[in-house]
């Protein structure tokens, strides 16, 4: 099936600093990109729909100054949590779903996750 | 936005066969029934996906009715390694949101 990529895997920050993660489809073109957290023993919680050059859509209850998605190519979506607090700490996931018609048509595939730990 | 619920939790034995159901009462006409697997620190990966009637790939089965507003999924001779969250999701949505529910939390025993 198709491949989503995400970097980093995990990082660790010190509370005040902001974080980039990368969320790459590697071989199709994404129009639109999910970006997900999720707590422990918790499922996925959507933040926000990020779409190739215009504004992402932030779910209610999310900062969209807080979490700066930025989906500058058909195959590069960012999201960075700005001035990180130890709150903010969580498992972060990116999905693309493949739109041309082919074998994986509209399913979705997700990156590895970001485990994001702010002290 | 077709809501779906499933159990919260299955705990089953290695060797068995594991059918999880899922309720989508309020699925739409152009709405597949995608199933996901994910296991802790990893993101979700795709296991089967279905629009009607039986789909059957290397993994497992996914056994859908005639009215649509159910889904299940079967895991044939489960093993340890099968432990794991699984999602039923549908759609593609109208408004483009793909929204998890709480997923089941299949345990397989030794």
């Known amino acids: 099936g198709a491949v989503v990529s995400q970097h980093p895997s995990w990082v660790i920050c010190k509370s005040g600093t902001s974080v980039k993660i990368e969320c790459r489809s590697l071989?199709?073109?994404?129009?639109?990109m999910f970006w997900y957290r999720q707590f422990p023993k918790q499922s996925l919680m959507l933040m926000a729909t990020?779409?190739?050059?215009?504004?992402?859509?932030?779910e209610q209850g999310v900062e969209k100054d807080k979490f700066l998605i930025n989906h500058a190519s058909l195959t590069l979506s960012t999201l960075t949590v700005t001035s990180a607090h130890p709150e903010d700490s969580s498992f972060y996931i990116c999905?693309?779903?493949?739109?041309?018609?082919?074998?994986?048509?509209?399913?979705?595939?997700f990156g590895s996750g970001t485990q994001l730990s702010v002290l | 936005l077709a809501k779906t619920t499933q159990p919260i939790s299955m705990d089953s034995y290695e060797g068995q066969e594991v059918n999880i159901t899922c309720s989508h009462n309020?699925?739409?006409?152009?709405?597949?029934i995608t199933w996901y697997q994910q296991f802790p620190s990893q993101g979700p990966r795709f296991i089967i996906q279905?629009?009607?009637t039986k789909v059957t790939n290397e993994v497992a089965s996914l056994f859908i009715p005639a009215d649509r507003k159910s889904s299940t999924l079967s895991l044939p001779r489960v093993s340890l390694s099968d432990t794991a969250v699984y999602y039923c999701?549908?759609?593609?949505?109208?408004?483009?949101?793909?929204?998890f529910g709480k997923g089941t939390r299949l345990h397989i025993l030794p």
């Open positions: 999905s693309a779903r493949v739109e041309k018609p082919g074998q994986d048509y509209e399913k979705l595939f």
């Open positions: 071989d199709f073109q994404a129009t639109t």
């Open positions: 990020s779409n190739e050059g215009s504004k992402a859509t932030y």
């Open positions: 309020n699925i739409a006409t152009n709405d597949y």
């Open positions: 279905g629009y009607k």
């Open positions: 999701l549908v759609g593609p949505n109208r408004d483009d949101k793909i929204i």
